[in-house]
């Protein structure tokens, strides 16, 4: 049963991701961001138990990309296309703008680029070039949950055709970019080669009881600048050395 354990809880996340997508299409999004909450935990565990179970499989690996497709793919990109259609509603908006909400099917054509890099980029073993669907994922799923808990007037933003553009654009091309991001996994726990790490996990829980999940942006922002700072701060000591 242990070598099955980490396909069954891709395959749940994957039934995750499904479920994601039906929500959005049905206007839930809050509910869909969250089942897209749940599916990025068991991302992260079905990786985990095959490590300390010690089980790994082309089958596994092939599947983690398939569940992910559709779980930090489509049902983000599903969201997008209900916030699109919403900030596209009203009344005398240019029939020239419609348009725009089919960019929101980028965000499952790039992810699907981007797993597609990971899957044959053996550069990406400890670290990530671009950024990781899932972390993508995170962000696009937080739109509709700071609209429902909107404490800064951020739906003016949010719901602006032009915003949901850029973001989907910016967002698009950080996935299948060269920028360097630093992998979350911790290999020791000593500061000096996780001080990056520990620094984003204590900004996130700084942040998230302040600003609950208007938070999220702000982490996954930190995270790409201090992956940035950290990809510095080494070629300086491979400088020196």
């Known amino acids: 049963m242990g070598r099955h354990l980490p396909n069954l809880i891709t395959s749940i996340n994957l039934f995750c991701g499904c479920l994601a997508v039906i929500a959005a299409l049905e206007g839930n999004l809050c509910e869909s961001a969250y089942l897209i909450g749940v599916a990025a935990i068991l991302d992260f565990f079905d990786g985990f138990a095959a490590r300390v179970l010690a089980v790994f499989s082309e089958i596994g690996k092939q599947l983690d990309s398939l569940a992910d ?3 930090f793919g489509l049902a983000p990109g599903m969201i ?3 916030l699109f259609e919403q900030s596209l ?16 099917l980028l965000v499952p054509v790039f992810s699907a680029w981007r797993l597609a890099k990971f ?3 053996t550069r990406q073993s400890d670290s990530f070039l671009g950024l990781p669907t899932p972390a993508n994922a995170m962000l696009l799923a937080s739109l509709p949950l700071i609209l429902a808990h909107d404490r800064y007037g951020l739906d003016v933003l949010i719901l602006n055709p032009w915003f949901l553009s850029g973001l989907t654009l910016l967002t698009s091309f950080l ?7 630093m992998s979350l ?9 996780n001080r990056m790490r520990y620094i984003l996990m204590l900004s996130t829980v700084i942040l998230m009881p ?13 995270y790409i600048v201090l992956s940035i700072a950290e990809n510095i701060i080494k070629h300086e ?4 050395n």
């Open 175 to 181: 996935m299948v970019s060269e920028v360097p991001l």
């Open 80 to 82: 997008m296309w209900k």
């Open 185 to 193: 996994k911790f290999k020791t726990y000593g500061w000096n080669k």
């Open 119 to 121: 899957n044959v980029d």
């Open 210 to 222: 302040v600003f609950l999940y208007a938070a999220i942006p702000m982490v996954i922002v930190l």
């Open 237 to 240: 000591v491979h400088g020196r």
């Open 69 to 71: 497709m559709i779980s």
């Open 89 to 104: 509603a009203p009344d005398g908006m240019s029939p020239v703008m419609m348009p725009l909400q089919y960019m929101a």
